[in-house]
């Protein structure tokens, strides 16, 4: 079992920055993949990043080029550094792990993001 807690999210105008953290307690040492996902009311969630223990590193298209994922294995910490901003990217941000042999998803309780125009 793991526990994960997410910070960073704001307000913020177009076309700024923010860095989201997220930081894993428990049996960290079983986690396979850690990633990104968001939902924007009223739609489906979706997945953001997603990087692995081996560093590979998977974007959805409309982030590719300005949000980065990395990992601090020894911290349990995964991060989402966001630059910028559109309007469109506002939306809940959520924390995903993959743990254990049975690769169960875990899930952080979000943290809002929301960007002006």
């Known amino acids: 079992q793991v526990q994960l807690v997410e910070s960073g999210g704001g307000l913020v105008q177009a076309g700024g920055s923010l860095r989201l953290s997220c930081a894993a307690s428990?049996?960290?040492?079983?986690?396979?993949?850690m990633g990104w996902y968001r939902q924007a009311p009223g739609e489906q969630r979706e997945l953001v990043a997603v990087?692995?223990?081996?560093?590979?590193?998977n974007y959805a298209d409309p982030v590719k080029g300005r949000f980065t994922i990395s990992r601090d294995n020894r911290k349990g910490t995964v991060y989402l550094q966001m630059s910028s901003l559109k309007p469109e990217d506002t939306a809940v941000y959520y924390c995903n792990v993959r743990w254990g042999a049975s690769r169960a998803h875990y899930w952080g309780q979000g943290t809002q993001v929301t960007v002006s125009s």
């Open positions: 990087i692995g223990s081996g560093g590979f590193t």
């Open positions: 428990g049996s960290t040492f079983l986690i396979n993949e």
